[in-house]
């Protein structure tokens, strides 16, 4: 991991809350591969997002993609049902704490 990267593998780890932690985080331009230790899961999970772009809106910071996908499969059924209620964005307060993202995904407006 680079040091962007590695800001956004801790700021992960922290809202996981204890339930596990990044280990590995590859992020392109338009796609993010995360690997985690699950608390209680005895081998490492995989999520990958594809087509990332970001946005602000008033205060909001905004996380759309196109594709996700994990290798544990009720997580994987849980991910894709969450996507298609949200209409696959991700919404947060806008806060310096996302530069790192904003510097490496592409806008989408």
Known sequence: MNALE????EAVTRRLGGAGRVTALTL???????????????????FRAE??????????FRLTFAAARCSLPWLHALVQA????????????DELKFLPLKLCLRRAD
Request: overall charge negative; cysteine-free; charged content about 20%.
């Open 6 to 9: 590695t800001l956004i593998a």
């Open 28 to 46: 392109g331009t338009e796609d993010a591969d995360i690997t985690l230790e699950l608390d209680g899961q005895p081998a490492p999970v995989n």
């Open 51 to 60: 087509g990332l772009r970001w946005s602000a809106q008033g205060g909001d």
């Open 82 to 93: 969450w996507a298609e209620k949200t209409g696959r964005t991700v919404t947060f307060p």
